[in-house]
Nanobody, 111 residues
């Protein structure tokens, strides 16, 4: 399975961005978005179960929303009220990162 994230770009602080991640085939699994900022380890920013239950760490809770469209093999990440510290390359994978890491998408938030 190949995973590709799309939708990154430059945005001013306080702005919004919607990311999408498409799998090359159907993935019926607990999915998640991760990010890796320069010089930092990759971290989980949102997860969604097959049934649609979601989890967010405190750093993004209330600002980010994960969703999925199983028919399109796609998950989404709606990011609002962006902050400069949200600047990172964003990736998707299963919750346990069991798939090869695909192409991420860079989000740069300017202050």
């Amino acid at each position: 399975v190949q995973l590709q994230a799309f939708g990154g770009g430059y945005v001013q602080a306080g702005g919004s961005r919607r990311l999408s991640c498409t799998a090359s085939r159907s993935v019926v699994d607990f999915m998640a978005w991760y990010r890796q900022a320069p010089g930092k380890q990759r971290e989980l920013v949102a997860s969604i179960t097959i049934g649609g239950s979601t989890y967010y760490p405190d750093s993004v809770k209330g600002r980010f929303t994960i969703s999925r469209d199983n028919a399109k093999n796609t998950i989404y990440l709606q990011m609002n009220s962006l902050k400069p510290e949200d600047t990172a390359v964003y990736y998707c994978n299963t919750f346990r990162a069991t798939m090869p890491w695909g192409r991420g998408t860079l989000v740069t938030v300017s202050s």
